[in-house]
């Protein structure tokens, strides 16, 4: 298992962005949680195996129809907690 946290950039906010992320997430046996930041960003917590990882992430770039991400940052955790199943917060 893997933990992945990305940060995602361009319009990710009120264009059902974190309910995308759920949805992809619990399809791909993902667990974590997603976050508007005050930013205008949204913040991706992410734990399963590489290739689910890897999967999920070809999907948060590409977002819900309404979305334009700009740029995801990944930057792999060493220490995790590990939620029981995929949050929006």
């Avoid at 893997?2 to 995602?8: A, G, I, R, T």
């Avoid at 997603?34 to 195996?49: P, Q, R």
Wanted: charged share 20%; proline share 3%.
């Amino acid at each position: 298992m893997e933990c992945w946290l990305m940060k995602v950039y361009g319009r990710v906010q009120g264009v059902g962005f974190r309910y995308f992320t759920q949805t992809e997430a619990l399809t791909l046996n993902i667990n974590g949680w997603a976050k508007n930041e005050d930013d205008g960003t949204v913040t991706v917590y992410a734990i399963g195996t590489a290739s689910s990882l890897e999967a999920f992430l070809t999907k948060v770039e590409t977002g819900p129809p309404f979305a334009k991400v700009k740029k995801v940052t990944v930057n792999k955790q060493e220490e995790w907690t590990n939620p029981s199943t995929f949050q929006i917060r």
